[in-house]
């Protein structure tokens, strides 16, 4: 899938048009954080966080403190911001959507935090503490599974954080990666097993990645489905629409 119209393959901004079926123009999530409900306030603080270089070596705490003194907030880009925009989602689509850690939507703020905090260690302990939370996301799809729903969506992003720390192109970096898809694979299938026969299975990446040290963003994605639908995607905006539609016959049967 092609998302080459994103001028930042940034994963809040891209979730935020899957869920919405809008650009970043009209749903405006643009950065992991925001720093105030007001978006002029909140360009201003992230255009001073990038280009003014002694903010932005500023260390992190301090300016986190800094923050709460302006009473600046600091959090991830929620819900409430896409509805002050008049957006709906897939989600106001469902009778019962579960949604779970979805970036521009739901993604907890304390997850960030404990990302950065760990971050400020080490990256060992960045590692560790990406798998910490991958298991507790995992724990959280299989205590969601077998309740009532519609709509069911979670995102995950140990395979992209693995791709930013580890190189391919070495032996560890290779049984990195090796170990991740692994434990993906076996996901999907445990994910499987506990599905309906029925029910349509989507699997969606925000971008792809290269396989240079840095683990750059590529501009194609990669998406699968378990049934056969009359259905592709050419673009990110393609899926709210086919979700909505698929809810909408769903409630019309
Ligand atoms: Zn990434």
Request: glycine share 4%.
């Amino acid at each position: 899938m092609d998302v080459s119209d994103f001028d930042t393959l940034l994963t809040p901004t891209i979730w935020a048009s899957f869920i919405t079926g809008e650009p970043p123009e009209k749903h405006g999530v643009g950065f992991w954080w925001r720093a105030s409900d007001n978006d002029f306030i909140d360009s201003i603080v992230h255009w001073v966080k990038y280009n003014v270089p002694l903010i932005k070596d500023f260390n992190p705490k301090l300016l986190e403190k800094l923050g709460n003194i302006a009473g600046l907030k600091d959090r991830t880009p929620n819900k409430k911001d896409l509805n002050d925009r008049g957006l709906s989602t897939i989600f106001d689509q469902a009778s019962n959507p579960i949604a779970l850690f979805i970036p521009s939507y739901n993604e907890p703020t304390e997850i960030r935090r404990r990302y950065r905090e760990a971050l400020n260690e080490s990256v060992s302990a960045y590692e560790r503490e990406l798998w910490r939370v991958h298991r507790e996301r995992v724990r959280a799809i299989f205590e969601n599974i077998n309740s009532e729903w519609d709509l069911f969506m979670v995102w995950l992003d140990i395979a992209d954080q693995i791709g930013h720390i580890h190189d391919y192109e070495s032996f560890k970096g290779r049984i990195k990666f090796m170990k991740t898809y692994f434990s993906l694979n076996n996901l999907v299938g445990q994910i499987k097993k506990a599905l309906d026969e029925e029910v349509i299975f989507m699997i969606v990446s925000d971008h792809g990645t290269d396989l240079s040290p840095e683990g750059h963003h590529l501009d194609e994605a990669f998406f699968s489905i378990n049934q056969e639908v009359a259905w592709e995607p050419n673009t990110i905006l393609d899926y709210s629409p086919f979700v909505k539609g698929l809810l909408k016959e769903l409630k019309e049967r």
